[in-house]
């Protein structure tokens, strides 16, 4: 089977510790025959360029300065977005129109609004999509979905998730995610820590009903930090910075669930996620210094207790080794999947207009109750 041809937009040379290089291209560069790297597109057609000589791409490869210019590239079968969350409308659009498959990261688009309208006409073009949401194939909560399976700890009677970003200094931000600050961008605490985790925790336990929320600022206006460290302004936040969301657990019988996650750091010398489900005959627990664990390694553990025995295992969290290491890791078995052409097998734009619409509503009941 002929290669499928990629087209990567954000891929840039100046970043070299970028998400699209830490994620995508360890892959991309040897996925083995299926995939090749055949454009790159970013601001201007010499900074593409110049990402092309930084990472050795083959001379052949193409350079864009113009989203459009590489969807009219014939020799293009995918186009990967991996830029920040308020450019992924206007630069993943012309590659839809043209028939292009494409792959995005999350969330889909800065709103639920274009997120809509890139689904809608991603179905109309009959292209295939799909989008980071790689908390799905992670193998830590693939392997907590097991063991519901297996039916270890009986029925599942609830479960309860406590979470921290890990923000050392939570009155400080870097001048690099100062736009995690404007609901605008669509690139938050809200709709990318905590719409990664609910993303992955629904992979495992199914939807939720009968949801309640409350979303606080408690720091309505936050330090800008230069890359020296130095205070360059202070700005008003209109983002939570604290997420409580509650409901019922539709695939088990409505048990309850609650969902915390803060911006800061967790208590000295204690876990910043711990995951616990509840059931008849026991308890399975997730703890990690991070929620973050479909994007990076922080050392997570899977405890399963035994209520008959009161013994407490600690479970293998992946049986095969990738070659890959987080980021990269999740990243590849998305493109895997993506590669089968098995629907169902990877989250797509449809799945992402789902997760936006939870998040919105999340926010509704906020501006509702006088939130930003």
Same mark, same amino acid.
């Given at each position: 089977?002929?290669? %499928?041809?990629? /087209?990567? %937009?954000?891929?840039?040379?100046?970043?070299?510790?970028?998400?699209?290089?830490?994620?995508?291209?360890?892959?991309?560069?040897?996925?083995?025959?299926?995939?090749?790297?055949?454009?790159?597109?970013?601001?201007?057609?010499?900074? !593409?360029? !110049?990402?092309?000589?930084?990472? *050795?791409?083959?001379?052949?490869?193409?350079?864009?300065?113009?989203?459009?210019?590489?969807?009219?590239?014939?020799?293009?079968?995918?186009?990967?977005?991996?830029?920040?969350? $308020?450019?992924?409308?206007?630069?993943?659009?012309?590659?839809?129109?043209?028939?292009? $498959? =494409?792959?995005?990261?999350?969330?889909?688009?800065?709103?639920?609004?274009?997120?809509?309208?890139?689904?809608?006409? !991603?179905?109309?073009?009959?292209?295939?999509?799909?989008?980071?949401?790689?908390?799905?194939?992670?193998?830590?909560?693939?392997? =907590?979905?097991?063991?519901?399976?297996?039916?270890?700890?009986?029925?599942?009677?609830?479960s309860s998730v =406590?979470?921290?970003?890990?923000?050392?200094?939570? @009155? @400080? %931000?870097?001048?690099?995610?100062?736009?995690?600050?404007?609901?605008?961008?669509?690139?938050?605490?809200?709709?990318?820590?905590?719409?990664?985790?609910?993303?992955?925790?629904?992979? =495992?336990?199914?939807?939720?009903?009968?949801? *309640?929320?409350?979303?606080?600022?408690?720091?309505?206006?936050?330090?800008?930090?230069?890359?020296?460290? *130095?205070?360059?302004?202070?700005? +008003?936040?209109?983002?939570?910075?604290?997420?409580i969301y509650s409901?019922?657990?539709?695939?088990?019988?409505?048990?309850?669930?609650?969902?915390?996650?803060?911006?800061?750091?967790?208590?000295?010398?204690?876990?910043?996620?711990?995951?616990?489900?509840?059931?008849?005959?026991?308890?399975?627990?997730?703890?990690?210094?991070?929620?973050?664990?479909?994007?990076?390694?922080?050392?997570?553990?899977?405890?399963?207790?035994?209520?008959?025995?009161?013994?407490?295992?600690?479970?293998?969290?992946?049986?095969?080794?990738?070659?890959? *290491?987080?980021? +990269?890791?999740?990243?590849?078995?998305?493109?895997?999947?993506? +590669?089968? /052409?098995?629907?169902?097998?990877?989250? $797509?734009?449809?799945?992402?207009?789902?997760?936006?619409?939870?998040?919105?509503?999340?926010?509704?009941?906020?501006?509702?109750?006088?939130?930003?």
């Amino acid at each position: 089977m002929a290669p %499928i041809r990629v /087209g990567i %937009i954000g891929l840039s040379a100046r970043a070299a510790t970028s998400w699209a290089s830490r994620a995508h291209l360890p892959y991309l560069l040897a996925s083995n025959g299926k995939y090749e790297i055949k454009a790159l597109c970013n601001s201007s057609v010499d900074t !593409a360029q !110049a990402a092309i000589d930084a990472y *050795k791409l083959p001379s052949s490869t193409k350079a864009y300065g113009d989203p459009q210019a590489l969807a009219n590239d014939p020799d293009i079968d995918l186009v990967v977005c991996s830029v920040r969350v $308020d450019a992924h409308y206007k630069t993943i659009k012309p590659s839809i129109e043209a028939g292009k $498959d =494409v792959y995005v990261e999350w969330p889909l688009a800065a709103n639920l609004e274009d997120a809509t309208e890139l689904a809608t006409l !991603a179905r109309e073009k009959g292209v295939k999509t799909m989008v980071s949401l790689q908390g799905r194939v992670s193998p830590v909560y693939l392997k =907590v979905k097991a063991l519901l399976a297996e039916n270890r700890i009986g029925k599942v009677f609830s479960s309860s998730v =406590v979470a921290s970003d890990g923000t050392k200094a939570p @009155t @400080t %931000i870097s001048e690099s995610l100062k736009y995690f600050l404007d609901r605008r961008v669509g690139g938050n605490l809200l709709t990318i820590f905590f719409g990664h985790l609910v993303d992955s925790i629904h992979n =495992v336990l199914g939807p939720f009903t009968n949801t *309640k929320s409350t979303l606080a600022t408690t720091r309505s206006h936050v330090n800008i930090l230069s890359p020296s460290g *130095k205070i360059t302004e202070t700005i +008003a936040s209109n983002i939570p910075d604290h997420i409580i969301y509650s409901g019922k657990l539709l695939n088990s019988e409505n048990a309850p669930i609650s969902m915390f996650l803060r911006r800061g750091a967790p208590f000295k010398d204690t876990p910043g996620f711990v995951w616990s489900i509840l059931g008849e005959t026991g308890e399975i627990r997730v703890v990690s210094a991070s929620p973050s664990i479909q994007a990076f390694d922080h050392s997570p553990r899977i405890l399963v207790e035994s209520f008959e025995s009161g013994d407490v295992q600690e479970v293998d969290v992946e049986e095969k080794q990738s070659p890959f *290491k987080l980021p +990269a890791k999740n990243i590849a078995t998305l493109y895997e999947a993506f +590669a089968s /052409g098995e629907k169902g097998t990877f989250p $797509d734009f449809d799945d992402a207009v789902g997760l936006h619409k939870e998040l919105g509503e999340m926010l509704k009941e906020w501006d509702a109750e006088g939130g930003h």
